[in-house]
């Protein structure tokens, strides 16, 4: 994308001053699968995440969950933008935090439409709105 990237776009909204509405909803269209890269995406305030070769449907999903699902904004000292604590957690005492083994995929392995949408919304439907099939 010229003259800047979906990245540095997305923080001119997210940070600018000069930002007309920093709550603009961002759904990001890529050809780009890498773990990595979507991760950066939602780093930086990306609402939601669409991989391409995109259908009508995937794209329908995450509009429908920028619309009906929307997540409360965060400003903390290094981020703003949509809350990225996907998971409703439920607080059952006084350990809130456990440890858990690290088990995350290399930052260059490509993920589905499945995996971006878990990655997203962890709490949707299993099928996550993706292709069948559709390897990303």
Do not use: C, W
């Not at 890529?30 to 939601?48: F, K, L, P, Q, W």
């Not at 858990?100 to 099928?127: G, I, R, W, Y």
């Amino acid at each position: 994308m010229k003259p800047m990237d979906g990245l540095e776009f997305t923080r001119k909204v997210r940070l600018s001053r000069e930002s007309p509405n920093v709550f603009t909803p961002i759904i990001m269209v890529s050809g780009h699968s890498e773990r990595g890269r979507i991760i950066a995406a939602r780093d930086t305030g990306v609402n939601e995440f669409v991989v391409k070769p995109i259908s009508a449907k995937s794209l329908f999903d995450r509009i429908q969950a920028v619309i009906e699902r929307p997540r409360p904004f965060v400003r903390v000292k290094r981020y703003f933008g949509p809350d990225r604590r996907r998971k409703t957690v439920e607080h059952g005492g006084e350990e809130r935090r456990v440890a858990k083994p690290a088990t995350a995929a290399p930052s260059d392995q490509a993920m589905s439409h499945s995996e971006v949408n878990a990655l997203f919304n962890p709490d949707s439907a299993p099928d996550g709105g993706g292709d069948k099939g559709d390897t990303g």
